[in-house]
């Protein structure tokens, strides 16, 4: 069952238009060696969805023209793409900023064992998801195991430096709730988590990214299950802040599926939600090189309460 029909229908959300271009997401495929519940992108071991060589050169063409900063490259596990060490280090040698958002046991799979190392040696900032500081809660969400795994990785991440005082390897951790609740204070959190982590497993990290659960894909069809579709989506709208228009993600980002074609925001790639004013359904990264798109519209939809609720969400955290 998916949980998409009932956000494709007229929003009152406001209208709002993109500024300069900073950040290229990047979504690598789909597949991943976890089957998380709040994944909003469907990922799991058995998606074929990979994107190929051909359009890995059109990011880095795309980027070679552009005043684009970072390159935030995302998946499934973004790592598993045969093609992860060259667009991280293409895009490196262009001097931009490569985040990977990593799902920590990735790096102590088989195979991906020189994984962390790699990171390291092209300065790549690690964002990691973990959803708590504690074994239960963890695994409860994200499968069995998954929490020693994560713990395993992040030592490893440490031991290169990652997220020591005074070291430039950048390591953020990311919190979604693990049911249709708002995040927490993001500031408190993280104060919790540093002292829990390195009170019982001598772990360090830099900041702690709090992010909003989208009602759409697995997430969304967990609440359409359990009957709280329409009862999170009110939670979304009855915390929208008026404020948090102006730091939404999708004004200075732009989303690149597996097959190169473009989204306002990784939200609307998973929905199919086209963008405005591009004459096409989905534009392909290869038409926009070059391309100026401040001022463009921005598509939105219901979800996108989720980005303006509360202390507001992105991929980088809460806004305020």
Same mark, same amino acid.
């Given at each position: 069952?998916?949980?998409?029909?009932?956000?494709?229908?007229?929003? /009152?959300?406001?209208?709002?238009?993109?500024?300069?271009?900073?950040?290229?997401?990047?979504?690598?495929?789909?597949?991943?060696?976890?089957? @998380?519940?709040?994944?909003?992108?469907?990922?799991?071991?058995?998606?074929?969805?990979?994107?190929?060589?051909?359009?890995?050169?059109?990011?880095?063409?795309?980027?070679?023209?552009?005043?684009?900063?970072?390159?935030?490259?995302?998946?499934? %596990?973004?790592?598993?793409?045969?093609?992860?060490?060259?667009?991280?280090?293409?895009?490196?040698?262009?001097?931009? *900023?490569?985040?990977?958002?990593?799902?920590?046991?990735? &790096?102590?799979?088989?195979?991906?064992?020189?994984?962390? %190392?790699? &990171? %390291?040696?092209?300065?790549?900032?690690?964002?990691?998801? &973990?959803?708590?500081?504690?074994?239960?809660?963890?695994?409860?969400?994200?499968? =069995?195991?998954?929490?020693?795994?994560?713990?395993?990785?992040?030592?490893?991440?440490? *031991?290169?430096?990652?997220?020591? /005082?005074?070291?430039?390897?950048?390591?953020?951790?990311?919190?979604?709730?693990?049911?249709?609740?708002?995040?927490?204070?993001?500031?408190? &959190?993280?104060?919790?988590?540093?002292?829990?982590? =390195?009170?019982?497993?001598?772990?360090?990290?830099?900041?702690?990214?709090?992010?909003?659960?989208?009602?759409?894909?697995?997430?969304?069809?967990?609440?359409?299950?359990?009957?709280?579709?329409?009862?999170?989506?009110?939670?979304?709208?009855?915390?929208?802040?008026?404020?948090?228009?102006?730091?939404?993600?999708?004004?200075?980002?732009?989303?690149?599926?597996?097959?190169?074609?473009?989204?306002? @925001?990784?939200?609307?790639?998973?929905?199919?939600?086209?963008?405005?004013?591009?004459?096409?359904?989905?534009?392909?990264?290869?038409?926009?090189?070059?391309?100026?798109?401040?001022?463009?519209?921005?598509?939105?939809?219901?979800?996108?309460?989720? @980005?303006?609720?509360?202390?507001?969400?992105? @991929?980088?955290?809460?806004?305020?």
């Amino acid at each position: 069952m998916h949980a998409t029909l009932p956000l494709l229908k007229q929003s /009152e959300f406001p209208a709002i238009q993109r500024k300069e271009l900073e950040t290229l997401q990047v979504n690598l495929g789909y597949l991943c060696n976890q089957t @998380c519940l709040h994944c909003h992108v469907n990922a799991g071991p058995r998606r074929k969805e990979i994107m190929g060589e051909n359009t890995v050169q059109t990011v880095l063409d795309f980027l070679a023209v552009s005043n684009v900063e970072t390159l935030d490259l995302t998946g499934g %596990a973004p790592e598993m793409n045969p093609h992860f060490r060259e667009i991280v280090t293409g895009a490196r040698t262009l001097g931009i *900023t490569v985040i990977d958002r990593c799902n920590l046991t990735i &790096l102590e799979e088989p195979g991906y064992e020189g994984m962390a %190392a790699f &990171l %390291a040696e092209n300065q790549v900032e690690v964002v990691a998801s &973990l959803p708590c500081y504690l074994e239960d809660n963890v695994n409860a969400q994200r499968g =069995k195991g998954v929490f020693g795994m994560s713990m395993d990785a992040l030592k490893r991440l440490n *031991t290169l430096g990652y997220g020591e /005082e005074g070291s430039e390897l950048s390591l953020n951790l990311v919190y979604n709730p693990q049911g249709p609740n708002l995040p927490p204070d993001q500031a408190v &959190l993280e104060a919790t988590y540093k002292t829990e982590l =390195k009170h019982r497993y001598g772990i360090v990290f830099n900041h702690l990214f709090t992010i909003t659960n989208m009602p759409i894909q697995r997430f969304g069809s967990t609440l359409i299950s359990k009957g709280e579709f329409a009862s999170y989506m009110q939670l979304l709208k009855d915390a929208y802040r008026d404020e948090n228009l102006d730091g939404v993600m999708c004004r200075s980002m732009i989303s690149v599926d597996w097959q190169g074609f473009v989204y306002d @925001c990784d939200f609307n790639q998973m929905l199919g939600l086209p963008m405005h004013g591009e004459g096409k359904f989905r534009p392909h990264l290869s038409e926009l090189i070059g391309k100026d798109m401040e001022g463009h519209p921005i598509a939105v939809m219901d979800h996108c309460y989720g @980005c303006t609720a509360g202390q507001g969400s992105s @991929c980088g955290g809460a806004l305020e």
